[in-house]
């Protein structure tokens, strides 16, 4: 059976993982430094934006006791932060250049639940470095969740 979005109708989203022992370089030191409620905002973001950008998708926050009812046409989606920047709203605002980007950049992976064969992976980035109101937290996050949902529906071949 051809994978496409057709034959899948619900995500689950896995909370996303950072390198907490072996780092390799600066981007992973910074993802390693994430706070564990902005990893749950994330997860939330990512589901959240799902069923706007893939119509007829519903999505799951997998650890929160409901899971999506088939295996078969279940989309497991989990990623691994590739590097973080909290950002500053006011440098991106008065100082501009570059100064207070938000950054965040993942590797996002996409299995079939039911037998774990591999859908799509790629990395996913959204950046904040400016704007005339300097862009927020919220925005930025908004913004990275809409971005791992285009890259999921762009991912899979559609017949819808």
Known sequence: MPLSVAVFDCVEVALFEVNQGLISSKQEARAAMIPAEKLADIQRSVA?????????????LVGHGVGCPDPQRTILLTGHIIDFKKGNQALRYFVGFGAGAQKF??????????????LAEGDVTDRKVGGWVGGNDDKGLDDFGEKVAVFLKRSLPSSR
């Open 105 to 118: 950049s993942v590797t996002a992976r996409a299995v079939r639940k039911s037998d774990g064969a591999l």
């Open 48 to 60: 959240g934006n799902i069923p706007d950008r893939i119509p007829g998708m519903r999505a799951a």
